[in-house]
């Protein structure tokens, strides 16, 4: 089946990772800020099948170590075929080069970035002819709705461009789709375990107003592709009973959850990074990360390179979110999530952002609410965790009027006011046990009830017997 490739291609490849200096060369990534993949569906008369075209340099071609533009152009027909496919079959793309030996890729649709080996370059990987032979043996043998295949790959060029700004118009024209329906009015939503193979705990949950993390399925593209495989790795989701309106929990969700991952997590918030947060992957677009010293989220995209407000980059970040593990504060989402009315809606919505870089800021212009929009600081108005503070006050954030609350609370505290909720903040907090220290640095702990008892040494060393 892959006799045109001098590398093998299995799932077995699925997660290897190529590290720089292992790197023949690099497509697309954060040095390139123009790059694309995309799948249109086409009339049957529109396909020359099984062709692979080459619009620019071929992979010999291009120079060692080097990054490159890239654009992935497939086009497929078939009878049973319709457009609402077309997110579905694209994210295939992602896990068939992963499939070959010796490439990676990660992300989708315009953030793709796509390494080449050294080791396979030197077996022969040496032409896009070769990985678009078996893109195509992929696709035809794991989906036989498609019926004729043709794949194109540019590296530059005019054409690039003009196909670049063609499928900015696709994304966008898929994204709007979805836009303006209710989680409410829907009876199904959507789960896509695609991205199990390297998170197996995670799947995503797709409703009409949270688009899946990796900003590439939405609820049309997810009801299209269970219509066409019910058992397939995009499955429908009965809703069932509403727990939660707020935090957006449903026993439908939880039972899926539970089931698809083996209960490692059996109860989903899906308009929340508390509690029992969606969770997170790999592929997520951004990440909505918590800054404990102001109480409010910053958001970080993959495109951002520098470091975020509390000093983290986007890859340091993503180590602490990804792995489809629910953690608190440490939330994977897209882009056009933030479009949403439900995006983080139990933690105070738009309210509780309080950083975000200045391109996703621009791209959310008319989205982010009139009356927190310039409260909410970029890499341009604040660089570290002091200055952020400084910029929230200056600009009345809405958070700030609750650290008011909380500091006149902790004054009541200190003045022997026993309240419901005493708060107590520490530079450093030791705490000794079994014969290890662990020191939490700046933490604050909420407790209901404190209980100061004298320590009995006697009572210590007995065991307490
Ligand atoms: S991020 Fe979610 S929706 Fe996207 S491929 Fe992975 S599991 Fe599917």
Not at 389 to 397: E, G, Q, R, V
Not at 422 to 432: K, R, Y
Request: with cysteine; aromatic share 10%; proline share 4%.
């Amino acid at each position: 089946m892959f006799e045109d490739i001098p590398v093998e291609v299995g799932l077995v490849y699925e997660g290897e990772r190529i590290r720089k200096e292992d790197m023949r060369v690099e497509l697309g990534g954060p040095k390139v800020s123009e790059k694309f993949e995309i799948i249109l569906v086409k009339g049957q008369d529109e396909i020359e099948d099984g062709k692979i075209f080459i619009k620019g340099q071929d992979l010999s071609e291009l120079e060692e170590g080097k990054s490159y533009p890239i654009g992935i152009l497939v086009e497929v027909s078939g009878e049973k075929l319709e457009n609402d496919l077309e997110g579905v079959l694209e994210r295939r793309i992602h896990e068939y080069f992963n499939y070959i030996q010796g490439v990676m890729h990660l992300n989708q649709r315009y953030d793709i970035w796509i390494r080449v080996g050294k080791k396979s370059f030197s077996k022969g990987l040496t032409s896009f002819m070769q990985i678009g032979s078996a893109l195509i043996s992929l696709y035809r043998n794991e989906l036989p709705i498609i019926e004729k295949i043709q794949i194109t790959f540019f590296t530059g060029g005019e054409e690039f461009k003009s196909y670049y700004h063609k499928a900015m118009e696709r994304y966008e024209n898929r994204d709007s789709r979805a836009r303006g329906l209710l989680d409410e009015e829907v009876d199904t939503f959507y789960g896509c375990a695609l991205c199990q193979s390297f998170a197996p705990s995670h799947i995503c949950v797709i409703t009409p107003q949270r688009y899946a993390n990796c900003g590439a399925i939405s609820w049309f593209d997810g009801r299209a592709a269970a219509r066409m495989d019910p058992d397939g790795p995009i499955f429908s989701i009965a809703k069932g009973d509403l727990i939660d309106c707020e935090h957006g929990e449903y026993a439908g969700v939880n039972e899926h959850a539970s089931r698809r991952s083996m209960g490692e997590v059996d109860r989903v918030w899906l308009y929340s990074a508390f509690g029992y947060p969606h969770t997170s992957c790999g592929c997520f677009e951004a990440i909505a990360f918590f800054i404990p010293e102001v109480e409010g989220f910053g958001i970080v995209h993959r495109r951002f390179a520098g470091p975020t407000v509390n000093g983290l980059a986007f890859s340091t970040l993503a180590d602490s979110t990804a792995g489809g593990r629910q953690i608190e504060g440490f939330h994977g989402i897209s882009i056009e999530y933030m479009r949403s009315v439900k995006f983080l809606q139990a933690d105070g919505g738009w309210n509780a952002i309080v950083w975000m870089p200045a391109e996703i800021k621009n791209t959310l212009t008319g989205i982010i609410p009139d009356s927190v929009v310039s409260a909410i600081a970029t890499e341009n108005d604040a660089q570290d965790v002091a200055s952020l503070k400084t910029f929230l006050i200056d600009n009345n954030h809405p958070l700030v009027s609750g650290w008011r609350e909380e500091e006149s609370e902790e004054r009541e505290i200190e003045t022997g006011y026993s309240g419901n909720a005493p708060v107590f903040s520490m530079g450093e907090l030791p705490v000794m046990a079994g014969g290890i220290k662990i020191i939490l640095k700046n933490a604050k702990i909420y407790a209901e009830k404190i209980i100061i008892q004298p320590v009995d040494n006697k009572n210590l060393k007995s065991g307490g017997k």
